[in-house]
Nanobody, 123 residues
Framework: QVQVVESGGGLVQPGGSLRLSCVAS????????MGWYRQAPGKQRELVAR?????????NVADSVKGPFAISRDNAENAVYLQMNSLKPEGTAVYYC???????????????WGQGTQVTVSA
């Protein structure tokens, strides 16, 4: 089994910063993609940023957050981080970690989601 656990959400004032963390654990053989999505009330879930590690690392970041947000990964810890700076009220959402990986018992690629962490940007 695989577990994906996020942490680091909370309430922050406009212009503030937060750092989200996500750790994948369990019977992991190889991780191909680690990333962050968010879902605001009444809206569809959208990609924020991800790191694709198939041949080297390739980073995709949504245009709406380029600059203030940065994604990074710790391969040794099976962890991915999202540093969010200059937060705006429209950044209020539940942020989900997504990991695409293969396990020790099944080498096919599977997608796992964390439970989500709430980020609220408000004065």
């Amino acid at each position: 089994q695989v577990q994906v656990v996020e942490s680091g959400g909370g309430l922050v004032q406009p212009g503030g910063s937060l750092r989200l963390s996500c750790v994948a654990s369990g019977s992991i053989f190889s991780i191909y993609v680690m990333g962050w999505y968010r879902q605001a009330p009444g809206k569809q879930r959208e990609l924020v940023a991800r790191i694709v590690s198939v041949i080297g690392d390739r980073t995709n970041v949504a245009d709406s957050v380029k600059g203030p947000f940065a994604i990074s990964r710790d391969n040794a810890e099976n962890a991915v981080y999202l540093q969010m700076n200059s937060l705006k009220p429209e950044g209020t959402a539940v942020y989900y970690c997504n990991v695409e990986l293969s396990t020790t018992t099944n080498r096919g690629g599977y997608s796992y989601w964390g439970q989500g962490t709430q980020v609220t940007v408000s004065a």
